[in-house]
T-cell receptor
Framework: GQQLNQSPQSMFIQEGEDVSMNCTSS?????WLWYKQEPGEGPVLLIA?????ELTSNGRLTAQFGITRKDSFLNISASIPSDVGIYFC???????????????FGQGTILTVHP | KAGVTQTPRYLIKTRGQQVTLSCSPI?????VSWYQQTPGQGLQFLFE???????NKGNFPGRFSGRQFSNSRSEMNVSTLELGDSALYLC?????????????FGEGSRLTVL
């Protein structure tokens, strides 16, 4: 089945630093999504990308949909302590049909920000 | 606009018991999906419902079942609980549940099986 490989698995950074994480797949995705999950909470949608080459920003977050449609990256600029959490990339699993609520998720990147 | 509401938030069961989890989607959302999250397997899709019909199903045994009511609220049931069923169960809603992938998750129900 479809798999998403997310890297790095974890990051320990100082407040104010920029962060970059990426996600790759062996198969094509028509949509790329980035979610953030904080302890005790469900994932929250940060950015959705629908077009190859698309670059989208949401505040200090910027994400890009790779031209090959097999990768995406997420950048966080000037990190702050509340950026702590697990970041997941995801895409609709629609191999052979409509995904109907089924997303494939990456393994997640655990972000720790030291004040 | 209220978000996705899941109840209960925490529960403890013993092996062999069964459990029912409830999910109320965002008002106006008709698609409800369920996911299991564990440290080892990550987020895995269980099933999706739309207009009281299951449209999609993941690779879980038949002990895992669900249903959706006419008001779009959904329940999932796990029978004959096993230790490995301990997980965070997440419900997500969307308008149509199609290929856009924009799912909105609840806070989850954390199940511990002893």
């Amino acid at each position: 089945g479809q798999q998403l490989n997310q890297s790095p698995q974890s990051m320990f950074i100082q407040e104010g630093e920029d962060v970059s994480m990426n996600c790759t797949s062996s198969s094509i995705f028509n949509t790329w999504l980035w979610y953030k999950q904080e302890p005790g909470e469900g994932p929250v949608l940060l950015i959705a990308l629908y077009k190859a080459g698309e670059l989208t920003s949401n505040g200090r977050l910027t994400a890009q949909f790779g031209i090959t449609r097999k990768d995406s990256f997420l950048n966080i600029s000037a990190s702050i302590p509340s950026d702590v959490g697990i970041y997941f990339c995801a895409g609709p699993s629609n191999a052979g049909g409509t995904s109907y609520g089924k997303l494939t998720f990456g393994q997640g990147t655990i972000l720790t920000v030291h004040p | 606009k209220a978000g996705v509401t899941q109840t209960p938030r925490y529960l403890i069961k013993t092996r062999g018991q069964q459990v029912t989890l409830s999910c109320s989607p965002i008002s106006g959302h008709r698609s409800v999906s369920w996911y299991q999250q564990t440290p080892g397997q990550g987020l895995q899709f269980l099933f999706e419902y739309f207009s009281e019909t299951q449209r999609n199903k993941g690779n879980f045994p038949g002990r895992f079942s669900g249903r959706q009511f006419s008001n779009s609220r959904s329940e999932m049931n796990v029978s004959t609980l096993e230790l490995g069923d301990s997980a965070l169960y997440l419900c997500a809603s969307s308008l149509q549940g199609g290929n856009t992938g924009e799912l909105f998750f609840g806070e989850g129900s954390r199940l511990t099986v002893l």
